[in-house]
């Protein structure tokens, strides 16, 4: 897995998380997805489940639970991609 | 935000959904007169929201187990199945489930909540994965939570989707759980279990197929998804309750593989709990007994089931996709299930009220649980209460 990999990921999160959630927040890699965002579980394990698709890729829910930034999910993406 | 003050947070998130005075949730019960009727304040209500399938509450060979064993062995075991608390009662129950399942071993939990807790978080754990349904009952979610493994969901009943998630683990399929339901509590649906085996027998895994809803229903007799598909041998494990068809509380694990007997030596919601009462055991045994040559009792339920998904189809309300003893309204708005559910009783028919999150993909379900001993009579009045209703809720 290379940097420009995670550069892919980390841009489709935020644009995706831009149209899903609609706000005005602008959205970084710092964003909070909870307090900032105020994304569901529901709608945070439809985003999950688009980017096992395009990254072809299974992200156990459980390791979801430690997520609270945009960085923190793009790592955790980059990290199963790496190992699969 | 302290800890009282996140409670009071969720509590007022509740009161939004519903206002004080609407006792939706834990509605009291004040009197209960049949496996059909009870009282719930002052009015004498229809029972469309219990999991009596069989309508064996009242059964007398049943009650007149529990009342023996009380007699004879006194109100509870005091002790844990690992200690004290294996009586002739629960060794003979878990004998006769495991004929029940030609199955060579089975083992009893103190309730179908602890049997899917404990057989899971005795299967597996870290560096494990459980494959599961996205709808799958709590009791599943917790087991998996509880054995540490990683947990990945499948979209409920997809096939395509099950099979890119197998293909994905690649070697570490070999130390993955499947888990799937015989019928799915919210939408009342049925697995696809032929193909969730042949899957299962490309990709390789372990099956384990929980009958809570399905058991005395489904099969020719009653054994639950595995008979009716006539794929009883190809599950590895297969989990259910007491509390439902066999109307007392518990749960149960059965297997070939002789592994299962090691469950008790690793199993926590085993071991560190008391073990069923004496009574539940024996009313338990003779509802298995009942539930065994039960195939009139599980054309009724079938009869009565089949009438009312017809009536509510015909009504316009959206059901899950098969008839069953679970036939769930989907509302679009919590509103409007509140609507349906407050009118409903108001003439006399209690069912249950399913709002997010606890129903699937957010949806706001008015659950109906259909029994054997439902007269004719009385599904009908219930079809007809739900079409009066159908314009003023969803209109």
Known sequence: ???????????????????????????????NLISQLSI?????????????????????????????????LADLVHKIKSAS | MNL??????????????????????????????????ARIGDRRVLLLGTNNYLGLTFAPECIRAAHEAIDKEGTGTTGSRMANGSYFGHRALEREFADFYQCSSGIVFTTGYQANLGTIS????????????????????????????????????????????????????ETTLIIAEGIYSMLGDQAPLAEIVKLKNTYGGTLLIDEAHSLGVLGETGQGLVEKTGLLQEVDFITGTFSKSLCSIGGYCVSNHP????????????????????????STRAALELLRKGSHLRKQLWRNCTQLYAQLKEAGYT??????????????????????????????????????????????????????????????????TFAKLHSLVCG
Request: aromatic share 4%.
């Open chain 2, 319 to 384: 059901l899950g996709p098969d008839p069953g003893p679970v036939i769930a309204a989907m509302l679009d708005t919590p509103q409007q299930a509140l609507l349906l559910w407050q009118n409903l009783l108001e003439h006399n028919i209690y069912v249950n009220l399913i709002l997010p999150p606890a129903a699937p993909e957010g949806r706001s379900l008015v659950r109906c649980s259909v029994n054997a001993a439902h007269t004719k009579e009385q599904i009908q009045y219930v079809g007809d």
């Open chain 2, 4 to 37: 009282l003050e996140k409670l009071d947070a969720a509590a007022a998130a509740r009161k939004a959904l519903l206002p004080d005075g609407v006792g939706a949730f834990g509605i009291p019960i004040e009197e209960v007169y049949s496996a059909t009727e």
């Open chain 2, 122 to 173: 005795g299967l597996v754990g870290p560096g494990d994965t459980v494959l599961i349904d996205g709808d799958s009952h709590a009791s599943i979610y917790d087991g998996c939570i509880l054995s540490g493994a990683d947990i990945i969901r499948f979209k409920h009943n997809d096939m395509v989707d099950m099979e890119k998630r197998l293909r994905r683990l690649g070697d570490r399929v």
């Open chain 1, 1 to 31: 897995m290379t940097e420009s990999n995670y550069d892919e990921i980390m841009m489709l999160l935020c644009d995706r998380l831009s149209s899903l959630t609609n706000s005005n927040v602008q959205i970084t890699s710092e964003t």
């Open chain 1, 40 to 72: 569901d579980s529901i709608k945070l394990l439809n985003l999950i489940m688009e980017i096992e698709d395009t990254f072809d890729v299974s992200i156990p829910i459980n390791a979801l639970t430690d997520i609270q930034t945009v960085r923190e």
């Open chain 2, 259 to 282: 592994q299962l007997e090691q469950l008790r030596y690793v199993s926590h919601p085993y071991i560190f709990t008391a073990s069923p009462s004496p009574a539940t055991i024996a």
